[in-house]
DNA sequence: AGACTTTTAAATGTCAGACAAATAAAATCT
DNA sequence: AGATTTTATTTGTCTGACATTTAAAAGTCT
């Protein structure tokens, strides 16, 4: 483990980067527990509290968990999917939030990649993902739904064609591009005309997933981005004609 | 911001939680300074350096900055797509690295991807983007070149595919994809026959995004696809042949 | 001897108070 | 008025201490 230069002003982050550089290095394999804190502070000739806020650094990222005790410490963390799951939605949340990209934009992002794993889910979905996408179809259809449910519903049809593919990788990708876009999605399918529409296409969808025919589920994801798409400019459009009104 | 439950043991991890909810509930905006760390432990009813974990908890997720000095203090910062790309290149590192995902797996995921920008890029490539292609593939023809550089070439190709497709929100997503990659891509590009396959893959895959022609540039991703996968498994199983004697 | 209980030690979690360094605003001087 | 100095605020860091948790060691009883 490298040393600090002593010249800036920010060892906790150094220390951080050091060990953070380490764990993706190799150097310290997963379990493996690092020294304790008075024994880093000594060896990085910190005090305890600039240690303590570097391991924090680390344990915001999931990249060690700490456990108290005798034979506590901090030790490498197992990156688990669900771990990377939740900072990738969290990041792309606020990255659709804060950075202005538009709903178009997001949305083109969304289906691309929905598109992409289609023909594999086509493949390859088991019974239990064919499953859950006619249950989540049937349950949009219920009159006393409210549009925060329905959403919900939406995004686990496109969740089970995703994880229909088989490929944890994919999974974990389109998790951040599906659910940080629920709240955008929100805004949009509020009329009973919409849900229709959507159902709809949820259900050809369905059937040709069931069918194993890839690309008419691709064609089907392209008419759906294509009718979302409308749906939220003409939203917009009609949100700013009042606004200005 | 609410208050934490006395109960548990985590106290800088619960009052990080707090602020980053509060931050994502758009409670906090951009650039909107945070109370001091003195005010905020105040406000917790907890000490300096409890807060300051649980800062160095939001910093090490670029949530907020810090700032030295008179009118400074910890800022909500705006997370750019570089620091969304950096941790998203980190998360998907370790994922793939610790979590026993099949380089088969995670070359699946990589295509699918690239093929769904594809078509888009075809479309939409500026010239630069085209140009920074056909440099690249200029470069791989070096017979110097080591494998490292060709692999970080090759990246830099399939990255001005990506990018060619004009959507933030997309190359970021496959930031991570693409470029966790690469040290198992160092693996198995080693020999002059299989470079030379590639140049020539990337030279189809190149004129096809000139010609605008998104159908055949996915049909040759889809056949560097097949060839990488190919490739790997020969490699790998020659290294187990090898690894047995 | 073997199983259960108690003690102990090591580690993280938290606190309090202090000083250093940076920085912007206020006060002062030319 | 403009430039310079002072001052106040805030983060960065250190020292030292105590609380809490937990596993292992020591002790006790059957």
Same mark, same amino acid.
């Given at each position: 483990m490298k040393i600090d230069p002593s010249k800036p002003a920010d060892l906790s982050a150094q220390i951080a980067a050091a060990i953070r550089d380490a764990i993706i290095g190799g150097d310290l394999i997963v379990d493996e527990r690092l020294p304790s804190e008075a024994e880093l502070a000594d060896h990085f000739n910190v005090s305890r509290p600039t240690v303590r806020e570097a391991l924090k650094r680390l344990a915001a990222q999931s990249l060690i968990r700490t456990q108290r005790g005798a034979s506590g410490g901090a030790f490498v963390n197992r990156l688990s999917f669900e771990d990377a799951y939740a900072q990738q939605i969290t990041t792309s949340t606020l990255l659709l939030s804060m950075n202005a990209v538009s709903f178009d934009?997001? +949305?083109?992002?969304?289906?691309?990649? *929905?598109?992409? +794993?289609?023909?594999?889910?086509?493949?390859?979905?088991?019974?239990?993902?064919?499953?859950?996408?006619?249950?989540?179809?049937h349950r949009q259809q219920q009159p006393g739904l409210t549009d925060e449910a329905f959403c919900a519903s939406d995004v686990a049809v496109h969740r089970a064609l995703v994880d229909g593919a088989?490929?944890?990788?994919?999974?974990?990708?389109?998790?951040?591009?599906?659910?940080?876009?629920?709240?955008?999605?929100?805004?949009?399918?509020?009329?009973?005309?919409?849900? *229709? *529409?959507?159902?709809?296409?949820?259900? *050809?969808?369905?059937d040709a997933i069931e069918a194993g025919d890839g690309p008419t589920a691709d064609a089907v994801l392209l008419r759906l981005e294509d009718y979302t798409r409308t749906l939220a400019r003409d939203v917009m459009a009609a949100r700013a004609a009042r606004a200005s009104s």
């Open positions: 934009t997001a +949305c083109e992002a969304r289906f691309a990649l *929905e598109r992409a +794993c289609a023909p594999l889910s086509a493949q390859r979905r088991s019974a239990d993902h064919l499953a859950t996408m006619r249950a989540e179809i088989g490929n944890p990788v994919l999974s974990y990708q389109l998790a951040g591009a599906v659910e940080a876009m629920q709240p955008l999605m929100n805004m949009i399918t509020f009329s009973a005309r919409s849900r *229709e *529409e959507i159902v709809a296409m949820h259900t *050809e969808l369905a």
